[in-house]
């Protein structure tokens, strides 16, 4: 019977131990592939920016077609100094660009990769709860 015991206790003894096996390889592989730090501090600021209903509004409003500070300001009820600081935000931030045509600048998403997160954000809000 002492004999049985034994094997029992070493059986899950060994179990325990294929267990913390495999979950420090899934620790270390997931480590293998984190960015630096300095680039997840990154990802957070460009979300944090995400984090202003006026911006994500100026977004939206550009979604289609591109346009300049009195458009975005007619369209949203803001004023054009309000408008053009966001601007300035998103612009820092990448997620808009501009073009210069004679005196009037016009804005637009920067690229697909804004389109994208901004699409996908709504999908995940809408979402059935």
């Known amino acids: 019977m002492a004999e049985e015991n034994r094997s029992v206790g ?3 003894a060994s179990g325990e ?8 390889d899934i ?3 997931i480590q293998a592939k984190q960015p630096d730090i300095e680039v997840l501090y990154d990802l957070a600021e460009l979300f944090k920016v995400f984090g202003d209903s006026t911006r994500i509004r100026i977004l939206y409003s550009m ?3 591109e346009l300049c500070v009195n ?19 998103l612009k820092t931030s990448k ?3 501009f073009r210069r045509e004679g005196k009037s600048i ?5 690229d697909e990769h804004v389109r994208a997160i901004i699409s996908m954000g709504m999908e995940h809000v809408e979402e059935d709860e």
């Open 10 to 12: 070493g059986t899950a």
């Open 71 to 89: 458009d975005i300001a007619r369209l949203l009820n803001l004023s054009q100094s309000s408008v053009s600081h966001q601007l300035r935000i």
């Open 27 to 29: 620790i270390k592989s």
């Open 95 to 97: 997620l808009v660009k």
């Open 17 to 24: 131990k294929d267990f913390a096996d495999t979950r420090e």
């Open 63 to 65: 979604f289609e077609k």
């Open 106 to 110: 016009f804005y637009s998403l920067d």
